[in-house]
């Protein structure tokens, strides 16, 4: 007899070759809601528990990482296809930035005293803004999942965290290791599902609404929070630019920049996404980025030895096979790869494309794949002028061995982080912001810490 009941499920995908996984219990907008409730009134003891408590569950959490690295690196490269090493390497990083949570959250929610000394004290108080959802990417997930959750519970806030559904087996394995360190489980809950569950989680009064993910989503959502006037902090995509002066030893550029372009099969919010080379340097530098990606390893994720995994998401290839039409439409020179790689799951080649001009798609949408566009360029004020001509702003980079010249251009481009001599990387003491459709707010750094408090103004008089 039907129960009445109906409970859709998450079917979990190998991008590397579009078996079936298993499949999850997605959560409804009834299961939200209860989680909302849970979370709300778990809310005020979790805040008034010490932080001294409160950063030994994190550190109980990085033990946890620690044990199941393996595993969890596996289950990562299952579900998402990146290659075996580079999960590795993420959880690595992963640890390094829970030091530096650990290390720094004391003194960034440290109580200050502005004014003393006389009658009139003044003193701000970092407060938890209280229930904090946290909508997350799958490119990333340990990263910018961690961006969020762990300065969000140090601070005093609980979490309902909704990874991606195209890392939902590595968000439960985050929700388990969680409850293992003594997070208290309403504390900290993990929600299932994909867009759906992420609407109905905005539609909860939660007090703060913390997202990684698209422009298009993003500015869903900040429309959902507008009204309500909650904090909304949005991290989105990139159409990130590198400047290859005339003056750099052209091969180390050129591998550096590859990998760039191509690590994560180039699904990075800050991979590179367009490269300018000055008209000195261009064929001797495209000759060598070329021999660099031909050099990478293609195939089988779970292998060491790979450096080119599966594309996530199947519905990407399009995206990049309508970028790569377009611009050879236009004028554009295809110098290696173009097309997918005829076998179950989601493969595209390594594509570069040169002769390319801000008329393409390719050098103006995010690619968010293993595609990349470069362009020559006949001096700085040139490639300042086209780095700038973007909706985006997330990162921009310069290579050139003259500091003074890197500065100059960099402080000219409008980006939230800008590189001398390298790309595509965060660090957990820099804060990492977008600017335009790349976001608003930012994590990581000591303000990514304060970013889910409250400051409080205090004006204390003696009587
Ligand atoms: P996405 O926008 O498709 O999805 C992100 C999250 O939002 C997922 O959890 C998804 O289920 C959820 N979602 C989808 N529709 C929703 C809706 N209507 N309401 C609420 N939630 C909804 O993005 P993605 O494919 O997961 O991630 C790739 C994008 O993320 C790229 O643009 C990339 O550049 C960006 N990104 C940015 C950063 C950064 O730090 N700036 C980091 C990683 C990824």
Redesign the pocket.
Known sequence: MWTGCYTARVKILNPADGSVIRDVVEDGDAAIAKKYSRAHAAQPEWAATPLATRLATIRRFKEEVTRRGEDLAKTLTREMGKPIRQSKNELDALRERLDFFLLKTRSALAPETVLGGGKLAERITHEPLGVVAN??????PYF?GSNVFVPALLAGNTVLY?????ATLTGLAIGEMMQKAGVPRDVFQVIA???A???A??SQPVDGVF????????A??AAACAPRMVKCQL????KDPVYVCDDVAVPKAAESLADGAMYNAGQS?CAVERIYVHERIHDRFIDAFVATVNSYKVGDPMEESTYLGPLA?ALQIEVLEGQIRDAVEKGAKLVLGGKRIERAGNWFEASVLTGVNHEMQLMRE?S?GPVIGIQKVANDEEAVELMNDTEYG?TAGVYTPDEARAKEILARVRSGSAYWNCCDGVSPRLP?S?IGH??VGLTLSTYGIQAFTRPRAWHLRKA
């Open positions: 909508i997350s990417a799958w490119n990333y910018v909704k990874p991606s559904e195209h599902g994909a867009g569950a992420g609407g989680l905005v997202f990684t993910g698209s422009y298009a989503t993003g869903k959502i991290e989105l995509g990139g919010c998401r995010e968010f997330l990492w977008g790349s976001g």
